[in-house]
């Protein structure tokens, strides 16, 4: 199956849209605010534009990688088990990727509240992206839902 690159942007950007509403969600249930758009125009000394326009070429990036990795016949029979799995993915991927950027470029700014709940927020917000993405492959690409 060839990925349509038409399909990954589609799937990563709605996704990534999708993961940010629901850190607003969170935020507004008490959850320490995520916003990982804000932190990389922060980091960057960018704009809150610059900021959501990486934070989206990453949704897509990861979108991309779904589509590879299902491929090369790394998933399995159940799509939201798909999710699942590359929603932790992506998750893990993120927690090494902001620690090396704050390694490079100095720490992301200060995060206020709970670790815990930020840490639980994270994970949250990564499943869902990971189940959108299972969805929106399986609507868009399979265009069925197993």
């Known amino acids: 199956m060839k990925i349509n690159l038409l399909n990954s942007v ?3 950007v709605v996704s990534t849209i999708g993961m940010s509403i629901l850190m ?3 935020s507004n249930l ?3 605010e995520m916003n990982p758009p804000k932190m990389m125009a922060h980091i960057m000394h960018q704009s809150l534009f610059v900021g959501w326009i990486i934070h989206l070429m990453i949704g897509i990036t990861f979108s991309i990688m779904f589509h590879i990795l299902y491929n090369w016949k790394l998933h399995t029979k159940s ?3 798909n999710g699942v799995i590359f929603g932790i993915l992506a998750w893990i991927l993120a ?7 704050g390694a490079v470029a100095g720490m992301p700014p200060a995060r206020n509240g709970s670790m815990e709940l930020m840490i639980a927020g994270s994970i949250l917000t990564h499943l869902f992206f990971g189940f959108c993405v299972a969805i929106g492959f399986n ?5 069925k839902l197993k």
């Open 10 to 12: 589609i799937i990563g």
């Open 24 to 26: 607003l969600v969170l």
């Open 30 to 32: 008490g959850f320490p």
């Open 79 to 81: 799509w939201y088990l």
């Open 95 to 101: 927690q090494i990727g902001f620690g090396v950027i």
């Open 139 to 143: 609507l868009l690409v399979q265009k």
